[in-house]
């Protein structure tokens, strides 16, 4: 199994300044980035620095070719030119294959240099300063293509004389370093590697979809292209990306290197709305086994000027549910998942921090997540049937207990039980000032001090606030029917219905804190309620009817024709709508989870094909159509792919039984997609000496498209080896005894 390494951004190393010679390679022609596959035996679009390149026969997967990179120097190199352009995020990948002795330095570089800008605005003449992104740990081999894989994204600035200057868009380089890039780490020999699939484009989805962000907007929480540092903010720690949890291509690995190391994103999570939360997570290390992971909600950083206002809470520990409740960390992803709501009276609108934290935080923690998102719930009232016994509600003055005792379509209700003058069972809503909404519910009592039949009952929207400036009457709204009158409550099950003007005057408008006043609110009431449901009925914004857009150009009907099958060729077709005036039709086969090239054409309209060699057998082949439009930005990306590629003549042979069952007996089976063949199918015994003592042999007539087995048995007296060979030919007398397979055989 190859090895798969990535990881982010670091900048971490000097860089000699002869390192940043001007480049004199071959323009970038029609295609902006780097894709280069070596499959052609041609030149090579790169400029060598103390180094020396060339192609090699033989690349990752059994492709036809790598390119030999042999750096002479310390800090030789090789370097690819390519168009680069701010706010773009680039996935930078290469397989790499050591020749010469494995670097005592296990770090890998993507260089890219940038061209300064100058103050009028111009690029300096040179491309001297330079992105250094670092993945670390590849286990170099001589035996084995290493795949490494990174993503960076360009903000415009690259360094230059141990500062950060402003660097321009347009011609850019980017150049590979094996370890440290000196030749001490090799013993003083060249460093010398096998570099292929040489990959540097900006990062896009298949089919044009978005990595779809979660309700609220939280965005790059499952990693799945890399990590966005648009997205996130680092505090004190480093990235790197490690393989996804629940299957998926990727997470992200945080280790801190100071105290309370985190990556950190605001998230739009209002207060009185309740949200699904949910993640994986790990241990990054050894030392990390055994640490309590929690999800930090930070208002601190933002907050302005509501005092009681919390600035920190900490997850799962004040979810409204949390499962598991506590979330211990273990070398394997494990899922949690949480309901959470803050229920306060408050103006408070920022958005919140919300990052994660293992342990105290202050003891270098090294940690993974994955598939973070955060999910606004639709109703307005959590848990409004109670089916969650008391989830989301909060007891103030009041205890309360979930009962059958039921209206009709109903399982449950909750008994209240008034303990303290004005109190209930309270949970924040989301009403906004202005809105219209409408709420119902189902209630009947049971007791209360005043004795009488029926009683008045409030829907009460709660403002108080100890800092709070306003009006009683804007601190208390108690809720009377359409025609002003209060509802009562009798001791029969009774639905109610409420609409609702958000209009009150106020000096600060604060969400309210929801809940019931059952008479003066004196009356230490008993009563059930049941079905509680506000809906939200405010008539939405007249919307803006955009003019009816241009049609998009993209690529579009990508078919393939031919059968997946060694030496017979597999051809795309695909159609231009509009102006595409570029882009590349990459011609990829899956390889251990991945794919590798086999080659490219430009994209043009032009049908692509593609003749699979027996190296391709077992794995598709997959046509990626990449469009870029003027601005040398890509389009929608479209593929197809076939069904696995299958060998043109596939002889399979095995023993069915071995020596100790009185006969050694095999079988051959042939299928056959090449032509027709004339084979001999032949097993022999040999005794301790290589003697042949006896052998037996079956014709193969295999007609083309047909699947054909045969079987042989020999007695296995006198016998040590036994051998099996197909051979061309219809008879072992009129055969070349030219053998169609490797050597199969069993020893006793």
Partial sequence: MKRIFCAALTIAMALPVFSALPVSAKPYAEYPWVYEDFEKDEPINATASNASIARAAGGVGGTQGAARITATRDFGTAKFPFRIKKGTTYRLSAWVKMVGDIPSNSS?????????????????????????????????????????????????????????????????????????????STNGNPIDFL???????????????????????????????????????????TTELVEGANGTKN?????????????????????????????????????????????????????????????????????????????????????????????????EQTKPYVYPRVGSGTGLECYCIDELEIEELPQMVYNGSFENGLDGWNEDGAAAEVVSDAPEGASQSVKITETADYGGLKQGIAAK??????????AKGESWDSGSDEIEIYPLMD???????????????????????????????????????????????????????????????????ANIEITDMTEPDE????????????????????????GFPVELTYEISGDIPGGLVKIMRSFEGRYISLGSAFLDGTPVSYTPTAADAGGTVKFIAMPINGDEEPLTVKSAETAAVTKALD?????????????????????NNEGD?????????????????????????????????????????????????????????????ASLIGNISITK
């Avoid at 992200?252 to 290197?257: E, H, L, P």
């Avoid at 309370?260 to 739009?268: D, E, L, V």
């Avoid at 055994?290 to 900490?314: P, Q």
């Avoid at 069915?656 to 299928?671: C, D, L, Q």
């Fill in 108 to 184: 890998f570089h993507f260089i890219i240099y940038t061209h300064q800008k100058l103050a009028d605005g111009s690029p300096a003449e040179n491309a001297s300063c330079f992105n250094d992104i670092s993945v670390s740990n590849i286990p170099y081999s001589q035996d084995e293509y290493v795949y490494i894989t990174t993503t960076f994204t360009y903000e415009g600035t690259g360094r230059l004389n141990s500062q950060t200057v402003e660097t321009c868009d347009g011609d850019a380089t980017v150049e590979m370093r094996v370890g440290n890039g000196q030749l001490v």
């Fill in 195 to 237: 570099l292929d699939d040489l990959i540097v484009e900006p990062v896009t989805e298949e089919g044009g979809d978005a990595v779809v962000d979660t309700s609220i907007g939280f965005k790059n929480g499952n990693f799945e292209t890399g990590y966005d540092d648009t997205a996130w903010s680092k505090s004190s720690c």
């Fill in 463 to 529: 403002r108080f606030a100890s800092n709070s400036t306003d009006s009683y009457e804007a601190m208390y709204e108690t809720l009377t029917l359409p025609d002003g009158t209060p509802a009562m409550l009798t001791k029969e099950w009774q639905t109610y219905e409420f609409e609702y003007d958000c209009n009150i005057e106020t000096d600060s408008y604060r969400v309210p804190i929801f809940y019931f006043q059952i008479g003066d609110g004196e009356q230490h009431a008993v009563y059930h309620i």
């Fill in 651 to 671: 002889i399979a042979p095995e023993f069915v039984s071995g020596f100790g069952s009185g006969t050694v007996k095999a079988s051959v089976r042939v299928t």
């Fill in 251 to 347: 997470g992200v690995m945080i280790t801190s290197t100071g105290n309370y190391g985190c990556i950190k994103q605001r998230a739009p999570m209002e207060f009185n709305k309740a949200y699904r939360i949910s993640l994986y997570a790990k241990a990054g290390d050894a030392a990390t086994v055994g640490k309590e992971f929690k999800l930090i909600v930070d208002r601190k950083d933002g907050k302005t000027d509501d005092s009681i206002t919390t600035n920190y809470e900490f997850l799962p520990q004040t979810a409204i549910t949390s499962s598991p409740e506590k979330l211990v960390l273990t070398d394997e992803w494990q899922k949690i998942e949480m309901i959470y709501k803050n229920s306060l009276a408050t103006f």
């Fill in 677 to 737: 063949r004339a084979m001999t199918a032949v097993l022999a015994l040999f005794d301790e000496t290589n003697t042949m003592v006896r052998m037996t042999e079956q014709p193969i007539h295999s007609v083309y498209g047909a699947e054909d087995t045969v079987t042989l048995e020999l007695p296995e007296d006198g016998a040590q080896t036994a051998r099996v060979f197909v051979w061309e030919g219809a008879s072992a007398a009129g055969t070349t005894m």
């Fill in 433 to 442: 000032q202005g809105g219209k909404y409408k709420i119902t519910f189902s």
């Fill in 543 to 566: 919307p803006d009817i955009p003019d009816e857009p241009e049609t998009a150009p993209e690529v579009r009907g990508l078919n393939i024709s031919g059968q997946p099958i060694e």
